[in-house]
Every structure is written in structure tokens, then in C-alpha cells.
Nanobody, 121 residues
Framework: VQLQASGGGSVQAGGSLRLSCAAS????????MVWFRQAPGKEREFVAGIRWIGGRTSYLDSVRGRFTISKNNAKKTVYLEMNGLKPEDTAVYYC???????????????WGQGTEVTVSS
């Protein structure tokens, strides 16, 4: 399984970005796709997750209502629509695949390379 994340960039507070994570290989052997982020000097933290089958979603409390995770099974792609961005959302965002949604990064075997998001005030 290979994951390719894209869509990061620099925006002002209140702006929007859409991240994409394109998967190749036997991605459907993994049940869920998630987004994590890591800010400078901080631990990698869970942001959002979605199940390939059924589409059930989970979110970090601080992004719920602002971020939306979605998927396109035919394209093997997962998206993270980020609205109302805040400076504290600044981080490198990573997509990952695993067997269940969990907040610990150690649960995930497959990772994308990361895409940087910078939000200025």
C-alpha cells in the first residue's frame, strides 16, 4: 500500500484548504483511512478518520465542525476539507491506513509522506 498526500499550502486565518490522499495497492485490506498532524515540537495527533465501508467518521474535538473527511472508493482517495483555519492548525498533515480508527499513531502501518499546512494570523 502506498499513500500520496497533497493539497497543503499557506493561507490566512479563516481560509480553507482541501487535502487529498491517493492510495495505491491493496488499500481495501485496510478498513480505515485517517489524517494526523504534527506541529513543530509536538506529538503527532489524530485529526479525522473514515471507514472505507459505510463511511463512518471520527474527528478531533478541536476540528469538528470545521474539517470534513470524505472518500471516493472508486478513486481510492480520501479528502480532508478544512474550513475556518486557525493558526493552531499549522502542522504537517499525514494520511494513514489501518484496521481501525485509533488516536495512537502506532496503530497505523501505512503512512503518506505528509503535506504542510501553514495558517497565518
Amino acid at each position: 500500500v502506498q499513500l500520496q498526500a497533497s493539497g497543503g499550502g499557506s493561507v490566512q486565518a479563516g481560509g480553507s484548504l482541501r487535502l487529498s490522499c491517493a492510495a495505491s495497492g491493496r488499500i481495501f485490506t485496510s478498513d480505515v483511512m485517517v489524517w494526523f498532524r504534527q506541529a513543530p515540537g509536538k506529538e503527532r495527533e489524530f485529526v479525522a478518520g473514515i471507514r472505507w465501508i459505510g463511511g463512518r467518521t471520527s474527528y478531533l474535538d478541536s476540528v469538528r465542525g470545521r474539517f470534513t473527511i470524505s472518500k471516493n472508493n472508486a478513486k481510492k482517495t480520501v479528502y480532508l476539507e478544512m474550513n475556518g483555519l486557525k493558526p493552531e492548525d499549522t502542522a504537517v498533515y499525514y494520511c494513514a491506513a489501518g484496521s481501525r480508527v485509533a488516536i495512537s499513531s502506532s496503530e497505523y502501518l501505512y503512512w503518506g509522506q505528509g503535506t504542510e499546512v501553514t495558517v497565518s494570523s
